[in-house]
């Protein structure tokens, strides 16, 4: 069957497979899975994660199953304990949460970075970042698997947001405009980058960024253009400056617990990864179409779109490249030997996949590239043992 196909028969199921959710078994059965997320129910990742269970059964002619926890089981900072202890089966680790558990990993996560470096569609670098890094993950990077495995985990699958932006209450397109402003940062990428241009980096939490937006406590949040409906910015921000300053927030999407892979058939291991490839596609690409409609909504509301002009543009990109090279110092205080191949490494898996990615119409084609291109090619019988 063509990997497409299964993504399609996989939707029929995603309904079910999240609603599907409720009482906790003790322990997971033999051919039923436990899947916690930190996202509520009807969020774009709860639904993508929905695919992710659908294409699974599908793969597995049904006897590997997946429950879907929305928000209930495990949250984002339980994720990497629970499913070390066996709490859920799988789950998604927001690595950039567990700096010390995961350096390695975190390292190359970091490198998202280099989508404003690469020459391509800027709106599909997520597309390419992720496959980039699911194939540095598995086939690149031994201290990467071996920290997952530190934890009780088997990574398969990562997928990222669409390019971050400036969300402002006022217009940010010059290197002066920026100096002084106060800036929301998300994490460590853009609380170096907004220090490096002279602004002021604000550490609240999402959720807590619309009130600080309306009450003047802040100027501009660097986000996604999804948490413009998702956090409802769209309804306080008036300028939005697209090309600054770029990068996503990447995650290890569909960690599975060892002792549950290691149970599991080569046919059940190989549905999971197929699953994977579904679930990290169905994400991006809802990300990709929700930015879309976002930005159209923004425009019809009166915001105003901006690029950041040619100098102040040129001074970040300038800024990103050095960055890079200071990275692989960072991440060797960490621990992370090697650096400087391994930035290069994916610098090449980026040029490679922002090819393979630019006519990509539909997530059924970017499922069917990350698994082609990278979840086929795992060894089943060896990966994870």
């Not at 899947?35 to 709860?46: F, N, V």
């Not at 998202?112 to 980039?132: I, Y």
């Not at 105003?304 to 060797?332: H, M, Q």
Request: hydrophobic content about 45%; proline content about 3%.
């Amino acid at each position: 069957m063509k990997f497409s196909k299964m993504f399609k028969s996989s939707a029929s199921a995603l309904v079910l497979a999240v609603a599907s959710a409720g009482a906790v078994s003790t322990a997971a059965q033999a051919d039923q899975l436990r899947y916690a997320i930190g996202w509520p129910p009807g969020a774009l990742p709860t639904e993508a994660i929905g695919a992710y269970a659908g294409a699974v059964e599908e793969a597995s002619g049904g006897d590997v199953t997946v429950k879907v926890f929305p928000l209930s089981l495990l949250n984002f900072l339980e994720s990497t304990s629970g499913v070390r202890d066996g709490i859920a089966d799988m789950t998604t680790v927001l690595t950039p949460y567990f700096l010390s558990e995961f350096p390695a990993t975190n390292f190359a996560t970091e490198l998202a970075s280099l989508s404003e470096l690469v020459e391509g569609d800027a709106d599909r670098m997520a597309f390419a970042f992720s496959g980039a890094i699911m194939e540095y993950v598995l086939f690149n990077c031994g201290d990467c698997v071996n920290e997952f495995a530190a934890q009780n985990h088997v990574y398969t699958a990562g997928a990222g947001t669409p390019p971050y932006m400036l969300q402002c209450t006022k217009p940010v397109v010059t290197a002066e405009d920026l100096k002084g402003t106060r800036i929301r940062t998300p994490g460590a990428f853009w609380s170096r980058w907004i220090e490096a241009m002279g602004a002021i980096p604000v550490s609240i939490s999402v959720n807590e960024t619309f009130e600080a937006l309306n009450q003047g406590v802040i100027d501009c949040s660097a986000s996604s253009a999804s948490e413009l409906t998702n956090f409802s910015f769209i309804d306080v921000v008036t300028d939005i400056t697209t090309n600054l300053p770029g990068s996503s927030f990447v995650s290890a999407l569909t960690n599975v617990n060892k002792d549950t892979w290691r149970g599991l058939d080569d046919a059940g291991r190989t549905a999971l990864l197929k699953g994977s490839a579904v679930g990290a596609a169905d994400m991006n690409y809802a990300y990709f179409n929700e930015a879309r409609d976002n930005i159209a909504k923004a425009k019809e509301k009166g915001i105003t779109f901006r690029e950041a002009d040619a100098s102040l543009r040129a001074e970040s990109v300038e800024w990103i490249n050095k960055d890079i090279d200071d990275l692989v110092g960072i991440y060797a205080d960490r621990g992370v030997a090697n650096g400087e191949a391994g930035a290069a490494k994916i610098r090449e898996l980026m040029t490679k996949w922002v090819s393979l990615v630019k006519d990509v119409q539909s997530a059924e084609e970017l499922a069917d590239l990350y698994w082609t291109e990278v979840l086929s090619k795992v060894d089943v019988t060896t990966y994870g043992q």
